[in-house]
């Protein structure tokens, strides 16, 4: 089964500090792809990346930075210099493509508040 | 640059009552889908289209029906509201997942009471 943990719930930071939201996938499928999504407060969902299951390169845009690690299953997502617009619900979301559904696994979300 | 738009906004139904929620794309996407989003729940799908005529159930779908007549277009149905669809509904599209690094586009969501 395919399942998608992100164990933070919520997350308070002040602006300028640096903050990781973790994502822990399940999945037996060896080619799959992973998501995260940003939802600000005014609700709707944002693309941020995505990234396949044989591509392990680190990525970084800017202030964001993903750290992708198969021997972990994990997907983690780090922020740097945090700022108050970064103030969301993000959320870690898995497809695999033999799935059957053709749907995205979600995470339940990590809000995350940046305070200034 | 419309994306994806979703329709109404928002909506307060009494229990029992029946509405449709449209959802139109102009990306030419293939695959459509509804999800509905509750508190602590994430976002779960209910039904998806992989073209024009097709649809499929996902993984919450009783209580609501759907419909897939012009590729733009994507319906879901609610016949007789319950309390326990009281959600926020989303809209998304996508190119064919066989090109499955493509994102699915979203929505602003249809926040919808049922009371």
């Known amino acids: 089964a395919q399942k998608v943990t992100q164990a933070q719930t919520e997350i308070s930071v002040v602006e300028k500090e640096d903050v990781t939201l973790d994502c822990v996938y399940e999945?037996?499928?060896?080619?799959?792809?992973l998501f995260w999504y940003k939802q600000p407060p005014s609700g709707e969902l944002v693309f941020l990346i995505r990234?396949?299951?044989?591509?392990?390169q680190n990525e970084i845009s800017g202030r964001y930075s993903w750290n992708f690690q198969k021997s972990t299953s994990s997907f983690n997502f780090t922020i740097t210099a945090s700022q108050v617009v970064d103030s969301a619900v993000y959320f870690c979301?898995?497809?695999?493509?033999?799935?059957?559904?053709?749907?995205?696994?979600f995470g339940k979300g990590t809000k995350l508040t940046v305070n200034p | 640059n419309a994306g994806v738009t979703q329709t109404p906004k928002f909506r307060v139904l009494k229990t029992g009552q029946s509405m449709t929620l449209l959802c139109a794309q102009d990306m030419n996407h293939e695959y459509m889908y509804w999800y509905r989003q509750d508190p602590g729940m994430g976002l779960r799908l209910i039904h998806y289209?992989?073209?024009?005529?097709?649809?499929a159930k996902g993984e919450v779908p009783d209580g609501y029906n759907v419909s897939r007549l012009k590729k733009q277009n994507f319906l879901l149905g609610l016949e007789s509201a319950a309390p326990s669809q009281t959600s926020v509904y989303f809209c998304?599209?996508?190119?064919?997942?066989?090109?499955?690094?493509?994102?699915?586009?979203f929505g602003d969501g249809t926040r919808l009471s049922i009371l």
């Open positions: 979301a898995l497809f695999p493509p033999r799935g059957g559904s053709e749907k995205l696994v």
């Open positions: 999945t037996r499928d060896t080619t799959y792809y």
């Open positions: 998304a599209s996508s190119y064919p997942t066989a090109d499955s690094n493509q994102p699915q586009h």
């Open positions: 289209s992989v073209g024009e005529g097709t649809t």
């Open positions: 990234r396949n299951s044989f591509d392990e």
